[in-house]
Nanobody, 119 residues
Framework: QVQLVESGGGLVQAGGSLRLSCAASGLTLSNYTMGWFRQAPDKEREFVALISRYSDTTNYAGSVKGRFTISRDNAKNTVYLQMNSLKPEDTAVYYC????????????WGQGTQVTISS
């Protein structure tokens, strides 16, 4: 049974940092492109970052480029999102997701972790 479990969210002041983790079970992580998404209140879910199977490629939304870093450890079946220089507009529920086939919909999603940035 596949599960993705996010952790590391919380409340921090603007300018601070957080590191999110996504622990996967029931799958072999190296078979999947992994992504982070977020959803703020009253807004659509938006793409944040992705990382390819063996970390050959990363991609970021323009709003987080230069501040966030996605990484993965396939041996530990874990994906990370390091978030620096946080802004109030980063406040959202953050989700990780796994994609088996390139350009297809994501196959699995986590339950989300709340990130709140105070001003």
């Amino acid at each position: 049974q596949v599960q993705l479990v996010e952790s590391g969210g919380g409340l921090v002041q603007a300018g601070g940092s957080l590191r999110l983790s996504c622990a996967a079970s029931g799958l072999t992580l190296s078979n999947y492109t992994m992504g982070w998404f977020r959803q703020a209140p009253d807004k659509e879910r938006e793409f944040v970052a992705l990382i390819s199977r063996y970390s050959d490629t990363t991609n970021y939304a323009g709003s987080v480029k230069g501040r966030f870093t996605i990484s993965r450890d396939n041996a530990k079946n874990t994906v990370y999102l390091q978030m620096n220089s946080l802004k109030p507009e980063d406040t959202a529920v953050y989700y990780c997701a796994a994609q088996r086939i390139a350009l297809a919909k994501y196959d699995y999603w986590g339950q989300g972790t709340q990130v709140t940035i105070s001003s």
